[in-house]
C-alpha cells in the first residue's frame, strides 16, 4: 500500500563495514551526518571509531 512506499523512500543508511543501521536515512545531507566518510561512505559510531579514530591514537 501507500505506506509501504513512503518507507521505501526513507531508506536508513547502513554501515558500509558491518552493515547495521545508523542514525541516519538516505536522505540526510552529508553536512548533517557524523561518521560519514567521503570516498567510503555512511559508517556507524563503533566502525568509524574503530577505523578512523583509533589510527589517528597510535599515530600519536
Ligand atoms: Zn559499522
Known amino acids: 500500500m501507500k505506506k509501504q ?3 521505501e523512500i526513507n531508506k536508513i ?4 563495514i558491518c552493515e547495521s543501521e545508523t ?8 553536512s548533517e551526518r557524523r561518521c560519514y566518510v567521503e570516498g567510503v561512505g555512511q559508517l556507524c ?5 574503530h577505523f578512523f579514530i583509533k589510527k589517528k591514537k597510535d599515530g600519536i
Not at 543508511?13 to 558500509?16: G, H, I, L, M
Not at 542514525?23 to 552529508?30: E, G, L
Open 5 to 7: 512506499k513512503k518507507k
Open 13 to 16: 543508511e547502513k554501515c558500509v
Open 23 to 30: 542514525d541516519y536515512f538516505f536522505n540526510t545531507p552529508v
Open 45 to 49: 559510531e563503533k566502525c568509524y571509531c
